[in-house]
């Protein structure tokens, strides 16, 4: 087994590349839960990337598509408006760029969450979502 991360048996503050060098790994996932160690405002556009680009381990890109699902949810469920509105500035602009359908739509169903959170279901919006599963 590669070590990827400097912190092999937790994983639960990867860099950016640390992230990338898993994301094109046969490695299985560090760590249970581990959506929520990648997910920040700032490792989603790296994230959706890792989605579009078909070099990507397959079984990865599904994680991270479930991941975003997760970082969606978590945000809307948690009600905070300015967290919502920089989610909301933060898919216009991942969607410029966007090719998959898979990422489109994940795009598409956070606009409609974000504009509809009652709607919220964690079947979906939450860990293995049946979105991506």
Not at 6 to 11: I, L, N, P, V
Not at 83 to 111: G, P
């Amino acid at each position: 087994m590669e070590i990827i991360f400097r912190d092999a048996q937790h994983a639960w503050n990867p860099t950016p590349e640390e992230i990338r060098a898993w994301a094109y790994s046969d490695e299985k996932i560090p760590d249970q839960d581990w959506e929520l160690a990648v997910n920040s405002f700032e490792n989603i556009p790296m994230i959706c990337s890792f989605i579009d680009d078909e070099n990507c381990n397959e079984y990865h890109t599904s994680f991270f598509l479930s991941s975003l699902y997760v970082f969606t949810g978590d945000i809307v469920k948690s009600g905070e408006i300015k967290e919502t509105a920089r989610l909301s500035v933060l898919l216009e602009k991942v969607e410029m760029t966007a090719k998959s359908v898979k990422l489109n739509d994940w795009i598409k169903r956070s606009k409609y969450l974000i504009q509809q959170p009652k709607t919220y279901d964690y079947a979906y919006w939450g860990l293995f979502s049946k979105y991506v599963y």
